[in-house]
């Protein structure tokens, strides 16, 4: 096998499994229908060709295999080609699995939240030590070049979507990984576009605990009472992790400063090490701790461990400080589910208790868009002083029954006397932000798009006022 096509090569996840075939001496090309940078950009650095639209014509030359994404359905004109032609196809996950998961130890890190900084932070913990580890990450982590790497060492980290695989296999992503080390931080109801109720969604994980060997082990956070119940029924070896609850791993002594945060590790009631991380909030204490224990199960040392988490230095657009201007600080986040707002939120605050927080949201995603989660969004922003949501993005991909209403929210938050108000990213956003800055604020942009680019135009007039005022 020489040549592989990618249909939708752009996404972040398909763009990074093109680089790592690349990376394997296979000749990579492929298609999508907005060819744009990022990704255009990563792809061209890489030296993969992309085609710009689907046109059957592109296969005339037949590929040896075709990676099939998950956003591509029956219709599509190169799918209905290869499907007729016969040409041998896969899936994201399942290319993973027989190019690069077999034969390693395979590190599969699940959750609602939290999956992104936590496999981020293990696959940082095993390159630190020496371990020259493979991984495949939804994010870019800071502390490497990209979200991927194919290394010799035998461990590879995967970051466990429970998202389906493609059209042809409704499955969850992680269902293909083999984790022979599984973590689980949190099981939410999310997806809903695809989920019908958070017991469909506990039935992929239990399938995913099925599937972890006899050998194996399963780190599993158990302040979250249904990642508790599942992990009853496992047959591996279960280490379990709290902050709030008994467990065998244990994260006391929480101390958050602006700079960092610190907490004591013990296990079994006996003290362990004291570790300090660069991320704020409760949650990214939970996701280290997480880290921390899977990377002393793989037999790294506390001592590596512990130096390693305090050199992280987190992943781009997970609470990334886009600038710091005067007292004024510009986040960009990737937040948009309720409770990763509330979360984000309650880390800055905590971190910042003197500033004015501004929370500005963008309705992106698909589960974010849906009424179901609405009322979720009444209490996440409990911890903002003042809240901008945008109307909701693309509303014709939700059917209006089912669509989140922005105005309600806004009339909850009012109600709650939290200053709450709808606006559209742009011109008129930027003024409003500019014109009511305190000197002391804390803007917190959260979606799980670009946002308009909102945070980096915002910056930039920043910058641009103090320039002006210090001539």
Known sequence: MKKIYFIAICGTGMASLAAMFKSKGYIVYGVDENVYPPMSTFLEQQNIPVF?????????????????????????????????????????????????????????????????????????????????????????????????????????????????????????????????????????????????????IEKAFRQLINIVPGNGKIIANIDDPVVADIVQKSFSQVETMALHNEAQWQAKDLNFGNESSSFSIYFNGSWQAEVQISQSGEHNIRNALAAFVSACTLGISVDKVVAALKEFKGVKRRLTLKKQVGEILVFDDFAHHATAVSQTLRGVKKRYPDKKIWALFEPRSASAKRKIFEKHYYDAFDFADEVIITPLHRPDKVQTAERLSVENIITILNEKNIKAHIMSPGEEMLHYLFENKTGKDVFVFMSNGEFAHMPDRFAERLIIDHRRKEE
């Open 52 to 200: 710009q639209g689907f046109d059957k014509t592109h296969l005339n030359e037949k590929p040896d295999l075709v990676v099939i994404g998950n956003a591509m359905s029956r219709g599509n004109p190169e799918v209905e080609f290869v499907l007729n032609e016969k040409i041998p196809y896969i899936s994201l996950p399942a290319a993973l699995n027989r190019f690069f998961i077999q034969e390693k130890i395979s590190c599969v890190v699940t959750g609602t939240h939290g999956k992104t900084t936590t496999s981020s932070m293990l696959a940082w913990i095993l390159e630190y030590a020496g371990r020259k580890p493979s991984f495949f990450i939804g994010g870019m982590p800071e502390n490497f070049n990209g979200g991927f790497q194919v290394a010799q060492g035998e461990h590879i980290v995967l970051e466990g979507d429970e998202y389906d695989s493609a059209f042809f296999d409704k499955r969850a992503k992680f269902l293909h990984y083999q984790p022979d080390l599984l973590v689980i931080n949190n099981i939410e109801f999310d997806h809903a576009d695809i989920y019908n109720s958070l017991e469909e």
